[in-house]
């Protein structure tokens, strides 16, 4: 897949390429790099959102790439997630995992978001350069929602390596190997829980393995896999873009530095700002489909980009503009319709304590580098940094 048809990557401002993107068309044909046919690239507002909850584009990778040759190994738990499926298969997977992420849910972990967030300021050094996406960013999420899947502490770290290759563009010997590390190790540890079971959100799901669900072992495994990736990767992400932005916008920074009770409100307009995930995963047309205006043929990629979209001056005046008086809670950065992130309820409670709890303790952090200096992750889907080095 060309730069071209995936947007921008790896550039510390994009946005200037996807609104002369937009100014074009909102719907325009670009070379995709699968079986050597376009796909189809979104940046519209109104046009993403209506991409995403429309039936007619598949997101059921299996079919697409049935019967074409390919030199990727990724592990099927990987390939063929509920993330990569339709309707029913997706709704019945979806609703075994949703009550564990709903609000209420999720009010539940926050005191333990809080203990860990303060653990790992605890060890910020005071007076000399900090990583902020290695000090607090990474290992945040992965704790977090290592201990709603019952994932044992020393198992952790390298959990964490296999998901962030799952994510490396340009290496897909990596993103495979990493594949079935990360499936192996949770067909392990899924043996070893059900000879010796808990109470985590996994062990709940091996229960359901039996019920009238019937989940299969793959499907078991493979929500596994996606929880764990998914459940960190993208709030990782968003971690280091909302505090790049504040850092970037002084003004915002003392308003929320000074009433942090406002910092729930603002994260919209942060996600909005500078979106984690810049790509909704893959789909694909079943049929032929008329969007903005433009004829898409049927069985051809779409590829619709969420940061392009929440920069639309069309549903949001002024768009590169920070305003955290902004109404922006219908930004895309969780996606929308039936593949909505499940997760959106926790990356949120772990968005408002983590800069809670880092403004309130460190008042005085800044950048400790130009921001010209600062290096991003050279991934397709998720736009983040590689490093956020701060001083406190």
Known sequence: MTDSAQGPRALPDPYATYAATRSLCPVQSVPSGVGGRSGYLVTGYAEAREALRDSRLSKDTGAFFAGKESRRRLHPAVAHTMLASDPPRHTRLRRLVTKAFTTGAVKELRPFIARVTDELLDQWPVGEPLDFVARLAVPLPVIVICQLLGVPQADRSAVQRWSAELFAAGEPEVIDAASHAMAGYMTD???????????SLLDRLISARDGEDRLSEKE??????????????TTTNALG????TLLQHPAALDRLRDDPDQIPAALDELLRFDSAVSMATFRFTTEAVTLGGTEIPAGVPVLVA???ANRDPARFPAPDHLDLDRDAAAHLAFGHGIHRCIGAPLAMAEGEIALRVVLTRFPGIRLAVPPERLEWRRTRLIRGLASLPVLV
Not at 220 to 233: D, K, N
């Open 306 to 308: 969420l940061g392009a």
């Open 220 to 233: 078991l495994v493979s929500l596994a896999v996606l929880l764990l990736a998914a459940g960190h990767e």
């Open 189 to 199: 540890l899924i043996a070893a829980k059900r000879l010796d079971p808990g109470n």
């Open 241 to 244: 873009n909302a505090l790049l």
